[in-house]
């Protein structure tokens, strides 16, 4: 013990680079010398016992080569052993670790402790620590150490009065782990550090499902008690710790057992009743949930991906272009990809009606319900296929859209990607035609300043059509600049969007259309992004930029005639991100539009993302 | 199309008996190049702006002390008096070979002698702009080449009826020995309409393999 620093050197320590191995054998020799530091192997009784949960068991230590392979495998030795033992068990709030001991077993390293306050014992912890395969990565990925590395909250217990302490040590290891290079904590949370304390601190469901179950118990239970919530503002809740914060001005019972657990009804066990804020008393008194809290990634920003299952039930006709799989490969793209560790994903809602009647009148929207309602084939052209779902999926392609904003209003997400269907650049306020119908965009960009104030708007199209329907909605406004770079009009749908084309009224000039020919290549369409569209958002200097990102200007798309390659994407989105980090602190909401050709949508999306994270 | 659909009705005249400088004034004030000249409500003459010019190149009239007369310089002294009139009832065609023969910028449109209104060479562009729906919103141009043989622009039009597709506008004009289709259709897919065409047979160049 003596030889060990009492207090943690962390302020002054970094992980930037890995030690020498002598460093790492050092550590090691440390540990062993103090007895600390054991095997662990997979106890096969406790697991028939308990199911799914992994019970280690300690055992005898692997061999030297061993312990430093997988110590270098999962902490690429960027810590030695002795200063990882050391950073784990800081002293907070006069509580310590002691019978601390580390456990390196095959695939994952254990810590497990037993915290006291002076001599009394006041409860336990075990953290595993492992990394699982970015599937599709490749082995080249793996070797370099390329993995989504894990903290698993195995099991924590803690007397009820020390709860303050979770917080402080949580908000420490965050930073600690971070440092290190982990990317997510997970646990279960079940145990006696409440299901709302994790989900207060940020933890969310790792299942989608088993949060959309959380939100329906939710909303019954507003129902059964007739709690004056609207529906819409449940509707809206996207992750557990929304629900940690709902309504706190609304006071509920919630009942106690003597083991400290609670329900929402009183019962024979639980009786102690104590009144809460609606989303805590729900939480507590919630089945056990598993969940997962992001971080670090290691973009430069936090990237924000919406997206819903429900947007493959739009299902136009066989043989249609603007089909279910062009979400489904891309989606299926982002979760074999080291996306899907980084990205933030987010759900979208059904929006309000009011949100909707700013850009499309009402009776256009009962005309388009009943259009769908009634079981037609189409809607308004014969473009726009519809089936039995399209214009539920329509509304919430626009509440996509509507969450984008809120993510990246809120601070959640510094930009994102709305992956929505159908599309809408197309939709003018009373129209549907090409494949789209509602203005998605033009909905994100209404509500973003009807709900939070947002002034100047900068909304560049570069899908390969004109954007004519968000033309005809900010024609007359001044305050949102409509931007479109598209195929010229006598070769290409809609038949609109010539240069001459600069807005009506006192919008005239904050629409700019840049129609290119036939057979434009990334050179001559990305000079002249440069020459028009950048000095155009230098003199604009927008609050929140937009993106109508179809992705059918790429040369093997079938549906125009451009000849771009995913360069012309990355280039864009570089620069707009360079932009908005300039004027509007670096918020821009990108929205799908086109993009008909399966995997030039799939590799141009991901180029997209990668490059709203910040990665070259 | 006639010529009193597309015509400007009631249009801005002067009289014989007005200043030339009026004349150039009321051709700046409204951004038109053509004045038809009224006497008693009937047609005396029209006055252009480059009559207007050309007067200004001539040897400016002198009074009897040697100044410069300009500005007393009548209408009716400069105007073109033999003037070529359309008939409300003539065709858009018969306007549009006579402007473009005569090299005319536009003709006054007479009912007798009686001023009814002007047509120009901007009314007929307008007029083909509308027939072809060049401007408007939904509509792409497709050009197909054709035989001369009119059952295959029946089965053209079939093929796009088969496939529901809007047709906006159809010219049909010869080139070579066959006949070039322009269509406008209505629709975002226009790759599919192409691909079909040319599986069931037709001719579809490529973008701008054909007449520029």
Known sequence: ?616 | MYVGRRMTANPITVSPEDTVVRAGHLLKKHRIHHLPVVQREELAGIVTDTDIRNTTLEEPPVDSRGEVLVQARKVGEIMTRDVVTMNPWDTIEDALLILHGRRFGALPVVEGRKLVGIITKADILAAFIDTLRIEGVGGVRIEVILPRDPSFLLRLIQTLGDMKIEIRSLVLSPFRDEFAAFLRIGTINVANVKTRLREAGFKVPELADFLG
């Open chain 1, 1 to 616: 013990m003596a030889q060990r620093k009492e207090n943690p050197l962390f302020g002054k320590m970094t992980f930037a680079h890995p030690l020498p191995q002598q460093k790492i054998e050092e550590g090691f020799a440390i540990l062993i010398g103090e007895n600390r530091l054991f095997g662990a192997e997979l106890n096969p009784d406790i697991i028939k016992k308990e199911g799914e949960k992994r019970k280690f068991l300690v055992s005898r230590l692997p061999s030297r080569k061993k312990l430093i392979s997988r110590w270098s495998r999962l902490f690429r030795d960027l810590v030695s052993p002795a200063d990882f033992f050391e950073l784990v068990s800081p002293k907070f709030q006069e509580l310590e670790h002691r019978e601390n001991i580390l456990l390196v077993g095959k695939d994952r390293v254990i810590y497990d402790t037993q915290i006291f306050h002076g001599s009394e014992p006041v409860g336990e912890m075990t953290l595993f620590f492992h990394s699982v395969m970015n599937r599709n990565l490749g082995l080249l990925a793996y070797l370099r150490g390329e993995r989504l590395r894990i903290v698993y909250i195995d099991h924590i217990r803690l007397l009820e009065q020390t709860s303050g302490y979770a917080s402080a040590l949580f908000r420490y290891y965050e930073k600690l782990f971070h440092d290190i290079g982990f990317h997510q904590f997970r646990l279960s949370a079940s145990l006696s550090v409440g299901k709302y304390y994790w989900a207060k601190e940020g933890f969310d469901c790792s299942d989608r499902d088993a949060f959309r179950r959380m939100k329906e118990g939710l909303r019954e239970f507003v129902k059964e008690r007739g709690l004056p919530v609207e529906e819409i503002d449940i509707n809206r809740l996207q992750r557990a710790c929304d629900i940690a914060s709902f309504r706190r001005d609304l006071k509920v019972p919630a009942y106690r057992n003597p083991e400290g657990y609670y329900a929402l009804d009183e019962d024979e066990e639980h009786r102690d009743r104590q009144m809460f804020p609606l989303g805590k008393a729900f939480l507590l008194s919630s089945k056990p949930w598993d969940g997962y809290k992001i971080i670090y990634t290691n973009t430069p920003k936090k990237t924000g991906l919406i997206y819903s299952p429900e947007y493959l039930n739009h299902r136009p006709r066989t043989g249609h272009p603007e089909n279910r799989r062009r979400l489904s490969k891309l989606l299926e793209a982002i979760r074999k990809d080291d996306l899907q560790g980084s990205l933030v994903f987010l759900e979208p809602y059904l929006p309000e009606m009011r949100f909707l009647e700013m850009v499309h009148p009402a009776g256009y929207l009962d005309a388009f319900r009943n259009g769908v309602r009634s079981g037609g084939k189409t809607f308004a052209t014969v473009d726009c296929s519809i089936s039995e779902a399209s214009y539920d999926v329509a509304l919430l392609a626009a509440g996509g859209v509507m969450a984008g904003v809120d993510a990246v209003l809120n601070g959640r997400v510094e930009n994102i990607f709305c992956a929505v269907r159908p599309p809408g650049h197309h939709a003018g306020r009373e129209s549907a035609m090409g494949f789209c119908f509602l203005n998605n965009v033009a909905v994100g960009a209404l509500y973003a300043r009807g709900v939070y104030g947002v002034q100047k708007i900068f909304i560049l199209d570069w899908d390969v059509h004109h954007g004519n329907g968000t033309q005809e909605i900010f024609e007359e406004d001044p305050l949102t600049f409509f931007c479109s770079i598209h195929e010229h009009p006598t070769f290409c749908f809609p038949g609109t969007g010539r240069r001459m084309e600069r807005g009506k009224g006192e919008g005239y000039g904050t629409t700019l259309n840049l129609p290119v020919k036939p057979h434009t290549a990334d050179r001559e369409f990305l000079d002249l992004f440069e020459r028009e569209i950048i000095p155009e958002i230098e003199t604009f200097r927008p609050d929140l930029i937009m993106v109508s990102a179809g992705f059918d200007a790429h040369r093997d798309d079938p549906i125009a005639d451009l000849e771009l390659t995913e360069r012309s994407f990355v280039h864009m989105t570089q620069r707009i991100g360079e932009m908005a980090d300039r004027y509007c602190q670096g918020r821009i909401v990108s929205v799908l539009e086109g993009g008909y050709n399966g995997s030039s949508l799939t590799s141009s999306a991901i180029a997209h993302l990668k490059t709203l994270q910040g990665r070259s």
